[in-house]
């Protein structure tokens, strides 16, 4: 069941958003011509699918005369969400398979979200505004409320800084922040020096502004380096999952991990990940309540990204923090109640 699982996962999502999101016995598929070697090789301005009046290229962005500047669609019942302009394309698809327990069956639900960015479309952060003395994040917010104040096309949470931050200053937690960086501007340089490995480890993951990504296990790189490389976006979580096309089998590996306890049992989890520039990958898997899901692993988890193509993937704070948000609603979250957040990574300003 796990291998055809796998399988028709993959299958899923290798598919590109013109190819298949959009789907339907009324689609048409617009004949592409084939360059000297025999290749098709579709250009970015010409569509290879049209539904309804409605054209989309070969990365699912609009091109061409249609009904409106955005494509939208919204069926939960079947379990997938849509969106497509000129310059970004989001499909969202859940998944669900019965997994057998030793207490009986529980399900597995997955919610991949394969997105399409570009440079006039790029992937960004929200957060709440600084206080006079605490930086942009700091303060929480509802996620619905975080992202009524800030209009996007998907809101998906992140690693959670403000909450080490507050944890820091009020006594309750002594982990440092990790590297922090947002839209450019650096938030945090505080990370484990020590050594010690905790959970969270604080590995990173940078968004460069070719659309890249590039994961890094915690000590690997500094505040400094990650300017000097002129990096947009540090998540500091994990562990990380993938780097250069390689699993994190030290930190996943519920055998091998430096995190035996995190890393073996199944919960809520949340992932961000690069296919390449400007094309990435997230997965959400719901394991609460414990007696009706069954969540993922870090093994599990980094396994479906990397099957799905991802070079590079980081581990973001999951539990009663993942959730994704899209067109304005949540449509998947981690706990019966979303905790408060103070940013999220984002697509599609509105």
């Given at each position: 069941?796990?291998?055809?699982?796998?399988?028709?996962?993959?299958?899923?999502?290798?598919?590109?958003f013109?190819?298949?999101?959009?789907a339907?016995?009324?689609d048409?598929?617009?004949?592409?011509s084939?360059?000297?070697?025999?290749?098709?090789?579709?250009?970015?301005?010409k569509?290879?699918?049209e539904?309804?009046?409605?054209?989309?290229?070969?990365?699912?962005?609009?091109v061409?005369?249609?009904?409106?500047?955005?494509?939208?669609?919204?069926?939960e019942?079947n379990?997938?969400?849509?969106?497509?302009?000129?310059?970004?394309?989001?499909?969202?698809?859940?998944?669900?398979?019965?997994?057998?327990?030793?207490?009986?069956r529980?399900?597995?639900?997955?919610?991949?979200?394969?997105?399409?960015?570009?440079?006039?479309?790029?992937?960004f952060?929200?957060?709440?505004?600084?206080?006079?003395k605490?930086?942009?994040?700091?303060?929480?917010?509802?996620?619905?409320?975080?992202?009524?104040?800030?209009?996007?096309v998907?809101?998906?949470?992140?690693?959670?800084?403000?909450?080490?931050?507050?944890?820091r200053?009020?006594?309750s937690?002594?982990?440092?922040?990790?590297?922090?960086?947002?839209?450019?501007?650096?938030?945090?340089?505080?990370?484990?020096?020590?050594?010690?490995?905790?959970?969270?480890?604080?590995?990173t993951?940078?968004?460069?502004?070719?659309?890249?990504?590039?994961a890094?296990?915690?000590?690997?790189?500094?505040?400094?380096?990650?300017?000097?490389?002129?990096?947009?976006?540090?998540y500091?979580?994990?562990?990380?999952?993938?780097?250069?096309?390689?699993?994190n089998?030290?930190?996943?590996?519920?055998?091998?991990?430096?995190?035996?306890?995190?890393?073996?049992?199944?919960?809520?989890?949340?992932a961000?990940?690069?296919?390449?520039?400007?094309?990435?990958l997230v997965?959400?898997?719901?394991?609460?309540?414990?007696?009706?899901?069954?969540?993922?692993?870090?093994?599990?988890?980094?396994?479906?990204?990397?099957?799905?193509?991802?070079?590079?993937?980081l581990?973001?704070?999951?539990g009663g923090?993942?959730?994704?948000?899209?067109?304005?609603?949540?449509i998947?979250?981690?706990?019966?109640?979303?905790?408060?957040?103070?940013?999220m990574?984002?697509?599609?300003?509105?």
């Amino acid at each position: 069941m796990k291998r055809l699982f796998s399988l028709f996962l993959c299958a899923v999502l290798l598919f590109s958003f013109a190819d298949c999101a959009i789907a339907s016995s009324d689609d048409t598929e617009i004949t592409v011509s084939e360059d000297a070697s025999g290749s098709a090789a579709p250009a970015e301005d010409k569509a290879v699918t049209e539904k309804d009046g409605w054209h989309f290229n070969a990365k699912g962005f609009l091109v061409g005369e249609n009904p409106g500047e955005e494509y939208l669609q919204e069926d939960e019942k079947n379990g997938i969400w849509q969106y497509a302009s000129s310059n970004l394309a989001v499909t969202i698809t859940r998944t669900q398979e019965t997994v057998k327990v030793k207490s009986g069956r529980r399900t597995r639900e997955l919610y991949i979200a394969d997105i399409r960015a570009s440079e006039t479309s790029p992937l960004f952060s929200i957060m709440t505004p600084p206080t006079k003395k605490r930086p942009a994040g700091y303060k929480k917010s509802k996620p619905i409320d975080l992202v009524k104040a800030n209009p996007v096309v998907l809101a998906v949470s992140d690693d959670y800084y403000g909450h080490r931050m507050q944890g820091r200053d009020n006594g309750s937690a002594k982990w440092p922040d990790g590297i922090i960086i947002r839209n450019g501007e650096l938030i945090s340089s505080k990370t484990r020096t020590n050594g010690k490995v905790e959970f969270p480890p604080l590995d990173t993951l940078a968004v460069y502004p070719d659309g890249s990504m590039m994961a890094d296990p915690v000590g690997e790189k500094n505040a400094d380096d990650f300017a000097s490389e002129g990096a947009v976006q540090v998540y500091s979580f994990g562990p990380w999952l993938i780097r250069n096309g390689e699993i994190n089998a030290k930190g996943v590996d519920s055998s091998k991990s430096y995190m035996y306890n995190t890393a073996q049992y199944s919960d809520s989890r949340i992932a961000i990940g690069m296919i390449e520039p400007f094309h990435y990958l997230v997965v959400m898997a719901k394991g609460r309540p414990e007696n009706k899901y069954i969540g993922v692993n870090f093994d599990i988890l980094a396994t479906k990204m990397l099957e799905l193509g991802c070079t590079e993937a980081l581990n973001l704070d999951g539990g009663g923090t993942a959730c994704i948000i899209f067109n304005g609603k949540v449509i998947a979250q981690g706990d019966k109640t979303v905790r408060p957040l103070g940013s999220m990574i984002a697509f599609g300003e509105k």
